[in-house]
Nanobody, 130 residues
Framework: QVQLVESGGGSVQAGGSLRLSCAAS????????MGWFRQTPGKEREGVAG????????YYAESVKGRFTISRDNAKNTLYLQISTLKPEDTATYYC???????????????????????WGQGTQVTVSS
């Protein structure tokens, strides 16, 4: 059973930075594509970043380009999201997710769709004050 555990959330002032981590375990197939999503109450889950299985390709939502950086350390089975220049509108619960490699080249088109991911973490809260 695949397990994803996020950490690193917290309360910060606008302009600050955070690094979120997602420790993965339990998958027996090849390295999955992985992504970060965020959600606020009453809104749909939003894809903010995705990364290919080897880490060579990364994808970002327009709203976070230049401020968020997704990376992974496959030796440690850990996914990261470096968030800088935080804004109050970044306040949300952040989730990491894993997709099967069956997406292949389609991942570049589908990375931001929550339905394409099979496994989810429990979420970590990020709160940004102005």
């Amino acid at each position: 059973q695949v397990q994803l555990v996020e950490s690193g959330g917290g309360s910060v002032q606008a302009g600050g930075s955070l690094r979120l981590s997602c420790a993965a375990s339990g998958y027996t197939y090849s390295r999955p594509y992985m992504g970060w999503f965020r959600q606020t109450p009453g809104k749909e889950r939003e894809g903010v970043a995705g990364i290919s299985s080897g880490g060579g390709s990364a994808y970002y939502a327009e709203s976070v380009k230049g401020r968020f950086t997704i990376s992974r350390d496959n030796a440690k089975n850990t996914l990261y999201l470096q968030i800088s220049t935080l804004k109050p509108e970044d306040t949300a619960t952040y989730y990491c997710a894993a997709a099967t490699n069956a997406l292949g080249v389609l991942y570049s088109l589908l990375w931001s769709r929550p339905d394409e991911y099979t496994y989810w973490g429990q979420g970590t809260q990020v709160t940004v004050s102005s």
